[in-house]
């Protein structure tokens, strides 16, 4: 996924040099998102003989952070001692898909030759082959073959064919969104406006951080609605008059401050935890260090205002201390992060459960026809893994759904519905257009995300913060046991009024308290499942069996091995056995099964004789003690034993710490640059050019 970072210091002087510094800091703190090539655009030197004296440095290159930031000190013809008052600068990584890694595919893009515009771009744009006709039609000519280059271009031609020389930078932005289709976030530069910014979003994120050493004189920015026909420049010009009275500046006139825009709060917080998060289809506009927020109408019932916040992040929590990648980091973790999804929603002595997201609406969630839990990935393995408890304890029916897959089919859904939509980044594109079809059908909507501010959270009726704190590794670890958790509190609490269920809430509330310390122990197994990893690390592929609470663990752990390892790998349900992926066992397939004490371990027996009797040789997640299953075994990871609907999160841990093991060992730099993305902002079938 590609990563957008943009800074722009106003009455803040700063060395071309440091310039460089922040803007390179910026991506390396999007690294994670996965990139294959990086650029910056910077100012260059004047231009003594040109109608704009100014000029647009870009510098690209493919492969990592560390190779651009190399580059960037052979330009002989930039003065990086040179002091700027008020600079803005772009810096952008991309992930390919439409067009090979190469600089010249590579962000920022470019207008012309003489880089009159320029942006950086993270999104699809789904009609950029009848744009791109078009503006060839016109005599511009395309030099990349990215989506992305159609943007630059088509602003330069609204620019060339403007109505009169009042039109302002984001009256062009305005006009482009306008013709784009498909998902965005956008930051434009211009030799035309120097020092002035323009950004705009729809459907990917975007947020500006703000850095003032005075005050800011409000904290919520008002939206300018640029609504009616254009006379004269009339309207521009109104537009402009108007800025003081709409726009956030720090005390006093043109005193300093810096922007920085970002597609998460990760390149942000070490210089500013004052945040904006922008709405789709706001279009952000910078112009003598004052920031104003417009859009094109108002929608009806529509805040008027954009909130400045203010983010909780620390700096180190996004460092990687001792660990050799944030994924590994990120797994020891979750004895914390599982706390956190708890603490004060649990009272452990009275085995009462709040969710405060979701008290105001209880009543109307018990009355509901169904529960329907749509996600992606990971998110759609924690409701698969908890829809048994959920059926259980609230005796509705539950639906759990692909979000790709419910918005292939014209699904039914009614007013008395409860749709839950659970996302780690809030931001999942096919989750979120599947909160917007069932918001449009009158359902009741509810968020379980890990990001503050994110689109799901804005978007749903209610909600639940899983508290997990700052995901960076690419595989998602965390976020997957503190949605797991989440989800058990739900159900926990849609029962806490049922006699029948009072001895079962009690037991696996009394397990909920101990969590914490059974995940230390199955954390301290990790060189034993560091050597399995030496054993499997060359083999093409694996499967995970299971049935039960730890079908979804299965599903789980193989995504983690396909997407960290490169190597394939199945979750496959043990009673499926028969239907086919029986054919695959023999003495040279890896075979994982996950085989507990609880109502299927009977069943998931006879499925470990079904494997032995095929020369199979099983690595078993199986419980202390159990003599039976360990007699059986190639080898067993043994781990604690607690009630049967929270097993899948200790059964999940092991996989984890597989999938990073055998990634290291097979050559794979985990966190950093896998082809997958952190956000997946795009859609199952449309993967994200840049």
Same mark, same amino acid.
């Given at each position: 996924m ?18 460089f ?9 999007l ?29 690209k ?26 600079h ?24 012309d ?39 630059p ?33 956008? *930051? ?30 409000t ?51 070490? %210089?500013?935890?004052k ?41 180190q ?35 009462? *459960? ?40 609230t005796?509705l ?15 039914p ?24 079809y ?15 501010g ?59 308290k ?87 371990y009977?069943?998931?027996?006879n ?29 067993t ?35 950093? %640059? ?17």
């Amino acid at each position: 996924m590609c990563g957008i970072f943009a800074y722009l210091n106003h009455l803040v002087p700063h060395t071309r040099k440091e310039i460089f510094e922040i803007l390179v800091k910026g991506l390396q703190r999007l690294e994670y998102r996965g990139y294959d090539s990086a650029g910056i655009a910077v100012d260059g030197p004047a231009k003594a003989n040109d109608v704009i004296n100014n000029s647009i440095c870009l510098i690209k290159k493919k492969g990592k952070v560390k190779a651009l930031d190399e580059e960037l000190y052979k330009k002989d013809t930039l003065d990086l001692d040179e002091e700027l008052s008020t600079h803005f600068g772009l810096a952008h990584t991309r992930w390919a898909t439409h067009g090979e890694p190469s600089a010249l595919n590579s962000h920022p893009h470019r207008s012309d030759k003489d880089n009159e515009f320029v942006v950086i771009h993270n999104g699809i744009i789904t009609n950029y082959k009848e744009l791109k006709k078009y503006l060839i039609n016109n005599g511009y000519e395309f030099e990349s073959e990215t989506d992305t280059e159609v943007i630059p271009k088509l602003i330069k031609y609204l620019y060339d064919n403007r109505e009169n020389d009042h039109v302002t930078f984001s009256k062009l932005v305005e006009r482009v969104i306008q013709q784009l289709e498909g998902a965005f976030a956008l *930051v434009f530069k211009s030799r035309h406006f120097p020092g002035e910014a323009v950004a705009t979003r729809r459907g990917s994120p975007l947020l500006i951080g703000v850095r003032s050493v005075n005050e800011l004189t409000t904290e919520n920015v008002p939206i300018q609605y640029n609504t009616g026909h254009f006379k004269e420049g009339v309207q521009e010009l109104n537009s402009r008059n108007r800025r003081d009275s709409c726009t956030v500046n720090s005390v006093g006139d043109g005193s300093a401050v810096e922007y920085y825009f970002a597609s998460d709060a990760s390149a942000i917080i070490e %210089h500013t935890n004052k945040v904006l998060y922008m709405e789709d289809d706001d279009i952000a506009v910078v112009n003598a260090g004052r920031l104003s927020i417009h859009r094109i109408n108002r929608l009806v019932g529509e805040d008027p205002v954009r909130a400045i916040q203010t983010l909780q992040m620390e700096m180190q929590q996004i460092m990687k201390g001792n660990f050799e990648a944030f994924m590994q980091k990120e797994i020891f973790e979750q004895p914390e992060s599982v706390v956190n999804t708890m603490r004060g929603r649990i009272c452990f002595d009275s085995n009462k *459960v709040i969710l405060g997201g979701l008290k105001d609406h209880l009543k109307e969630i018990k009355r509901c026809r169904r529960l329907i839990m749509i996600g992606c990935g990971t998110s759609f393995h924690a409701a698969v893994a908890t829809r048994q408890i959920l059926e259980e304890q609230t005796e509705l029916p539950v639906m759990v759904e692909l979000a790709s897959d419910f918005l292939d089919r014209n699904t039914p859904v009614f007013r008395d519905d409860v749709c839950f939509f659970i996302s780690q980044s809030g931001e999942t594109a096919d989750t979120l257009m599947a909160l917007r079809y069932c918001k449009d059908r009158g359902a009741l909507t509810v968020g379980i995300t890990n990001t503050v501010g994110s689109s799901i959270c804005r978007e749903t009726d209610c909600g639940v913060h899983i508290n997990a704190g700052p995901e960076i590794g690419v595989a998602s670890t965390k976020a997957y046991t503190s949605q797991f958790v989440a989800l058990i509190m739900f159900a926990l609490m849609m029962s806490e009024d049922r006699l029948s269920q009072q001895q079962r809430r009690a037991e696996i509330i009394s397990d909920l308290k101990v969590l914490p310390e059974f995940i230390r122990k199955v954390l301290n197994l990790d060189m034993k499942i560091r050597d399995i990893a030496n054993e499997l690390y060359q083999q093409k592929s694996l499967l995970v069996m299971g049935r039960g609470f730890n079908y979804a663990t299965c599903l789980e752990g193989a995504l983690k091995i396909k997407e960290i390892t490169y190597m394939h790998s199945e979750g496959i349900l043990a009673g499926e056995l028969k239907h086919g992926p029986l054919a695959l066992i023999d003495k040279d397939m890896p075979v994982i099964m996950i085989i507990m004490k609880d109502a299927c371990y009977t069943k998931c027996q006879n499925a470990l004789q079904q494997v032995t009797a095929r020369s199979g040789r099983p690595i078993i997640l199986c419980c202390q003690d159990d003599v039976e299953t360990s007699m059986n075994a190639y080898q067993t990871i043994e781990l604690p034993h607690t009630v049967d609907c929270l097993q899948g999160i200790l059964s999940v841990i092991p996989l984890q710490l597989l999938s990073f093991h055998l990634a290291v060992l097979r050559g794979f730099d985990v966190s950093p %640059h896998s082809i997958l993305s952190k956000l997946a902002l795009c859609s199952n079938d449309e993967k994200t050019p840049c």
